[in-house]
């Protein structure tokens, strides 16, 4: 009897690490494997009571045609590309997965009128920092903003449908960073 | 309510039980039994002091577990974004790993003292959602609570087996509403609430056969599965037949009632039957909410939402039946041994069933209204009687107490001049005051 209950204590802790461990597998992959895209975003700063403080990115919804029969269903997939200046667009919506030589991500769609487009919703949503840095990376943007450079870029790694968060980008220089430099500068 | 165990049987019952402890110790002096038949013959019949202290005990090893591990994050937390990703990754399996760890280490040493068991299952239990969490922020991940939500709850559904811990069971219970919370009348996703909920049933099945029935932790586990089980029929309601929930939810308290009375009717206490008094209270709550109008506005078969699916219906109407049919079941299997105040619960379901039919197919929203009002006050009129009958104050104060709740609503609800209302709830007072002076000192000539 101990014995069968230590297996079977056994078997559900591998099958319970399993869970976050294919969580950590299929994001490490991403982050050395993946092609890097820069997403122009706005910071605000709300809470998550499960997972803390966060800054919360909106990159806001993108519409792009989509490709193949038209679809109910709210999950697709949405190819990627880099506009003239060098950041992250949706150029295409599909239902199916693309062939390997496109990078692309799993995302929402939804209708926009006619058929042929789509409004897209990417997995961008949040970036988590310590608890005492959110509020100030949200003043820390709109001070920025005020100044009239407001433009913060979100750096992702995207790979097999999967896309993960590097940084946020202020000035072209890491959020933690930036608010460090900030704080040094501007002392309240 | 009244009809649940009166207190002079309660008290009789608690004295009993400390005899029986007082032979038990003896027995063990001469010889007569061990010590580990001794502890089942206590845990099978716990005085209330030994309940309340081991509930204690349990308790405070489960919060010193509680603090020991929020301890621990805030302490990590201080340095957390210093750390490189590897390293927040391990931090974040930590305590899931030192649970599973701990497991295995008492399996193997043969540990099984609750003291032990139910603390471990409950941090264990909290430690998949904390390392679930932990991954998804040190990884940006998008925030999807339905997920999130159900893969915890799906791996902590083994610990409650494994750790024979019916803690983990409450929580578990607690992670399957909030789960389901958000798809309230979302069919057919919000049904996954009752195989999900039911899942614990075995592991309460399995108690029945043990010395383990009555202890304190069982107790909290029935507790929250009623509690459950009432909410998922809310969630899972879909509202395609305006007004069957009112006869829905009076089934359901029926069937709550009568099934508690086959299958607990020898627990040692009120606290370890909660199906008793949830149904017991839900047929009170819900009989003085139907003695109003406006629940009987727009129901019946003139209302019913002919956008939904079929199935919907055939749902709805599935659920109700299937409830009456348990509760009378239950009530044919006990017809000689209910009596006096407990036959107002069981029929409730037959009550409601006939003020719906009324409203939903004559439109006579008042006999509805006259019929509820009656019952409840009829229902009060047995509690003081019966309790006249036995002596027992507690059940005559509550018979009272229903009288004049019902006469007081529907004084609020007419218009009265304040010097007529303020006459009555004088009157009232004075009926409850001499009630229990008489009552009391007969009690007090007897002893």
Redesign the interface.
Same mark, same amino acid.
């Given at each position: 009897m101990?014995l069968l209950?230590?297996v079977?204590?056994?078997l559900?802790?591998l099958?319970?690490?399993a869970? %976050?461990a294919a969580?950590?597998w299929s994001?490490e992959r991403t982050l050395r494997e993946g092609a890097e895209y820069r997403f122009r975003v706005e910071p605000v700063d709300p809470y998550?009571a499960?997972?803390?403080r966060?800054v919360r990115i909106t990159i806001g919804a993108r519409e792009a045609p989509w490709i193949g029969e038209p679809s109910d269903a709210e999950r697709c997939f949405a190819v990627l590309a880099r506009d003239a200046d060098g950041y992250a667009t949706v150029v295409a919506a599909r239902a199916t997965r693309p062939d390997d030589a496109e990078d692309f991500v799993r995302a929402r769609c939804w209708r926009v009128g006619e058929h042929d487009r789509v409004r897209v919703v990417l %997995?961008?949503?949040?970036?988590?920092? %310590?608890?005492p840095?959110a509020p100030a990376a949200e003043l820390a943007y709109r001070v920025h903003a005020a100044r009239g450079a407001g433009d913060a870029v979100v750096i992702a790694r995207v790979r097999n449908g999967d896309l993960?968060?590097e940084d946020v980008l202020i000035e072209d220089r890491p959020l933690?960073a930036y608010l460090r430099t900030s704080s040094a500068s501007n002392p309240p | 309510m009244g009809a649940a165990i009166p207190n002079g049987e309660s008290q009789t019952m608690s004295a009993k039980h400390q005899w029986l402890h007082r032979e038990i110790d003896e027995w063990i002096r001469v010889g007569l039994v061990d010590l580990p038949l001794a502890e089942r013959l206590r845990a099978r019949y716990p005085t209330e002091a030994r309940a309340g202290r081991s509930l204690a005990l349990i308790g405070f090893a489960v919060l010193g577990v509680l603090l020991l591990g929020g301890g621990l994050i805030l302490l990590l937390?201080h340095n957390?974004?210093d750390w490189s990703r590897p390293v927040r990754?391990a931090v974040?399996?930590a305590p899931?790993?030192l649970a $599973?760890a701990l497991? /295995?280490f008492g399996?193997?040493t043969?540990r099984s003292a609750s003291g032990w068991r139910e603390p471990l299952g409950v941090f264990w239990t909290l430690s998949?959602?904390g390392?679930?969490?932990?991954?998804? $922020?040190?990884?940006?991940?998008?925030?999807e609570y339905d997920s999130?939500m159900m893969?915890w709850l799906l791996?902590a559904l083994?610990?409650i087996y /494994?750790m024979r811990s019916a803690l983990s069971g409450v929580i578990y219970l607690a992670l399957v509403v909030a789960w389901a919370s958000p798809h309230a009348g979302e069919l057919p996703r919000a049904l996954l609430v009752w195989p999900l909920a039911l899942a614990v049933v075995p592991f309460l099945v399995a108690r029945r056969n043990a010395a383990q029935t009555y202890t304190p932790s069982a107790a909290l586990l029935r507790w929250a599965l009623t509690l459950a089980l009432g909410a998922g029929v809310g969630l899972t309601l879909t509202r395609a037949l305006p007004g069957l929930w009112m006869v829905l939810y009076a089934s359901l308290f029926s069937f709550y009632f009568l099934a508690d009375g086959l299958l607990h009717r020898d627990a040692p206490s009120r606290w370890h039957r909660p199906m008793r008094l949830i149904g017991s209270t839900g047929c009170v709550a819900l009989s003085l909410i139907l003695t109003y109008e406006w629940p009987w506005r727009e129901i019946g078969w003139r209302h019913w939402a002919e956008s939904r699916p079929v199935w919907h219906h055939l749902l709805d109407a599935g659920s109700a039946l299937a409830l009456m049919g348990g509760a009378v079941a239950c009530g044919m299997m006990q017809r000689r041994t209910l009596t006096g105040p407990e036959r107002y619960p069981a029929i409730f379901f037959l009550v409601a069933l006939a003020g719906f039919a009324i409203t939903a197919h004559g439109g006579l929203t008042l006999a509805a209204l006259v019929l509820f009002n009656g019952f409840v006050f009829v229902y009060g009129l047995a509690l003081v009687l019966d309790g006249v009958r036995r002596g027992a104050l507690g059940d005559v104060n509550a018979g009272l107490g229903l009288m004049a709740l019902v006469i007081v609503l529907r004084f609020f609800d007419s218009g009265l001049p304040m010097l007529a209302r303020g006459l009555v709830f004088v009157g009232l007072g004075a009926v409850f005051l001499a009630v229990n002076v008489i009552l009391s000192t007969r009690q007090r000539r007897s002893t």
């Open positions: 101990k209950n230590g079977l204590i056994l559900v802790s099958i319970q690490l869970a %976050p969580m950590i994001r998550d499960f997972r803390g966060y %997995p961008i949503e949040r970036f988590y920092m %310590p608890d840095e993960v968060i933690r | 937390a957390w974004a990754t974040a399996l899931l790993i $599973q497991a /295995l399996a193997a043969g998949i959602g390392a679930i969490a932990m991954v998804s $922020q040190i990884y940006h991940l998008a925030g999130f893969t791996l083994p610990v /494994l």
